[in-house]
């Protein structure tokens, strides 16, 4: 069955799609994906920030800016590998993680840094500021 008016799921992506569209990126899969992605990211600087939290080293200045590109960067291509992903971990934050273990590795200063991603979060943690931001 073809997506129109009649076959939408509901009448925001039905009847009301062209006033909508301005939406999707913020309200769609890809929009909860990319939020997840951003949550995740801010979290670990925040925490290699944070002076009480000896097991992670400060991010230097290279790293800092892999990591803002690489939000700043964030797009349908990266939001397809976190669904490939997904559909082998069957679970959707913890794809977000593999993505960006991924992309840790393409940098020296952060892929030894890598399993601090999510650290001391739970999905709800992540969902429901990325909820929040959406």
């Known amino acids: 069955m073809e997506l129109s008016a009649l076959t939408a799921?509901?009448?925001v992506d039905g009847r009301y799609a062209s006033k909508t569209a301005d939406l999707r990126p913020i309200c769609s899969e890809y929009g909860l994906i990319?939020?997840?992605t951003i949550i995740e990211v801010r979290w670990f600087q925040a925490l290699a920030r944070f002076e009480g939290f000896d097991a992670l080293a400060p991010?230097?200045?290279a790293a800092e800016a892999h990591l803002d590109e690489l939000l700043a960067n964030f797009g349908e291509t990266e939001a397809q590998r976190v669904k490939?992903?997904?559909s082998t971990t069957n679970h959707d934050v913890k794809a977000v993680e593999y993505l960006l273990k991924e992309r840790f590795a393409e940098h020296d200063g952060l892929a030894a840094q890598a399993e601090f991603l999510h650290f001391a979060?739970?999905?709800e943690d992540i969902?429901?500021?990325?909820?929040?931001l959406m």
């Open 84 to 86: 490939e992903i997904e």
């Open 34 to 36: 990319r939020y997840r």
């Open 59 to 61: 991010l230097d200045s």
């Open 127 to 132: 969902n429901n500021l990325s909820y929040a």
């Open 121 to 123: 979060c739970t999905s």
């Open 9 to 11: 799921v509901s009448s």
